[in-house]
C-alpha cells in the first residue's frame, strides 16, 4: 500500500521534530572539606551539582588528603575555623593548612573559604597565588557560625540559580544580608569568576 506524499512528508517532519535526550556534559568539579567545629555545613552539595557539577567531600582531615583532590578539581570550598593565614581542615585533631601547603593547584576557578577572616590580609592574595584561582571569596574578620551560614546559602543561590559572576554574588548577598564595605565583618571578593 501506498503512502501519500502528505503522510511522508508527515512522517519526515515528525522525525525531525522528535525530542531526543541529549547527554549533559559535566560543567566541572568540585572539593569540599568541612573542618568541623561550626553548627552548620555548606549548601554547596545542593547547589553546585543542580549546573552540573560534579561535588567530591574530602572526608579525610589531613593535608595530604585534600592536597590530592586539589589537582582534580576546580572549585575548593571550606567550611569551618579559620584566620588570615590558615584553615583548620580538622578541628578535632587541630590539623591546620596553610596556602604555603597547597600544591597541585592549577587554574583553579573559585577558592570559597567560608571562615574567620580569610581574605583579611590583601583580600586573600596568597590564597588566589597558591590555588592559581580566579576568585577567591572569604570574610574580613571574624564572623559568627550562623553569619557565614546565611551567606553560604545566599552566594550559591546567586551563583548557581541567578547566574552570576562569583564578585557579583558577593554584592548581591551583602545587598541581601545588610553588609557593607566600611564595617566589619564583611564578605569579600578577590576576583571574579563564572562557574558555568
Not at 6 to 33: D, H, N, S, Y
Not at 155 to 183: D, R
Request: proline residues 3%; charged residues 15%.
Amino acid at each position: 500500500m501506498k503512502r501519500s506524499p502528505w503522510v511522508e512528508l508527515f512522517l519526515v517532519a515528525a522525525a525531525f521534530l522528535t525530542v531526543r535526550p541529549l547527554a549533559i556534559a559535566e560543567t566541572g568539579k568540585a572539593m569540599v572539606r568541612e573542618g568541623g567545629g561550626t553548627f552548620f555545613g555548606t549548601d554547596v552539595g545542593y547547589y553546585l551539582p543542580q549546573r552540573n557539577y560534579t561535588v567530591t567531600y574530602v572526608t579525610t582531615g589531613t593535608i595530604a588528603a585534600v592536597n590530592s583532590e586539589i589537582a582534580l578539581n576546580k572549585v575548593f570550598v571550606f567550611n569551618g575555623h579559620g584566620n588570615s593565614s590558615d584553615i583548620t581542615i580538622d578541628y578535632n585533631n587541630s590539623v591546620f593548612m596553610s596556602y604555603t601547603d597547597v600544591s597541585g593547584a592549577e587554574n583553579y576557578k573559585l577558592v570559597f573559604l567560608n571562615s574567620c577572616s580569610s581574605c583579611a590580609n590583601s583580600n586573600g592574595d596568597a590564597w588566589k597565588s597558591a590555588f592559581r584561582a580566579t576568585s577567591v571569596v572569604g570574610w574580613s574578620d571574624l564572623v559568627s557560625d550562623w553569619a557565614a551560614d546565611e551567606f553560604d546559602d545566599y552566594f550559591w543561590y546567586y551563583v548557581c540559580i541567578g547566574n552570576q559572576y562569583t564578585g557579583a554574588a558577593v554584592v548581591s548577598c551583602m545587598y541581601q544580608l545588610g553588609y557593607s564595605f566600611t564595617l566589619v565583618p564583611h564578605p569579600v571578593a578577590n576576583g571574579s569568576a563564572y562557574l558555568f
